[in-house]
T-cell receptor
């Protein structure tokens, strides 16, 4: 089944404890992105990648890191999480090109206390 | 100015009515326009895409695009309670070529 898989689905952590949210897609898509969603603010892009070893900052990159060493994986790293990073996170992938649809993972609800 | 703006809502319509959702965008070179539906706590799912000026119909849904006015809309005919969700407008293929940019979403409630 074609899908984007995020793990974990739910995570509660403490301020400053490094964490990684994994994202993997099995559709051979070139583009991958991370978004956070907060009430009233819609989906805001954190980072995106148009191919292996190519990443770009989105609208809210502060406090996050990403890497794209393999085409299928695009992990999101929070080196020192803070409470303002409490949010619902989505990973998405799409084929290359300006007219392609994005497919989303199931989401990761992160709480930083 | 936000890159993609949607009417703030929430929007409430009676069952069977037409729901009209609107979106404006600022990047004139945007090439693709999408409407996603998102149920509470779930991931967004694509319901319509449109690339050329005019109307595009798919079942009860019609997307309308006016590039001169930088305006996109979604009409839902014969609205059903199951249409109650947040609707997200998104653009792609603009100045930041591969980036998909979303509006803040409009909450739609269809009441019986």
């Amino acid at each position: 089944e074609a899908q984007v898989t995020q793990n974990p689905r739910y995570l509660i952590t403490v301020t400053g404890k490094k964490l990684t949210v994994t994202c993997s897609q099995n559709m051979n898509h070139e583009y991958m992105s991370w978004y956070r969603q907060d009430p009233g603010l819609g989906l805001r892009q954190i980072y995106y990648s148009m191919n292996v070893e190519v990443t770009d900052k989105g609208d809210v990159p502060e406090g996050y890191k990403v890497s794209r060493k393999e085409k299928r994986n695009f992990p999101l790293i929070l080196e020192s999480p803070s409470p303002n990073q409490t949010s619902l996170y989505f990973c998405a992938s799409s084929p290359a090109g300006p007219r392609t649809e994005a497919f989303f993972g199931q989401g990761t609800r992160l709480t930083v206390v | 100015q936000k890159e993609v703006e949607q009417n703030s809502g929430p929007l409430s319509v009676p069952e069977g009515a037409i729901a009209s959702l609107n979106c404006t965008y600022s990047d004139r070179v945007s090439q693709s326009f999408f409407w996603y539906r998102q149920y509470s706590g779930k991931s967004p799912e694509l319901i319509m895409s449109i690339y050329s000026n005019g109307d595009k119909e798919d079942g009860r849904f019609t997307a309308q695009l006016n590039k001169a006015s930088q305006y996109v809309s979604l009409l839902i005919r014969d609205s059903q309670p199951s249409d109650s969700a947040t609707y997200l407008c998104a653009t792609k293929g603009g100045t930041s070529y591969g980036k998909l940019t979303f509006g803040q979403g409009t909450i739609l409630t269809v009441h019986p």
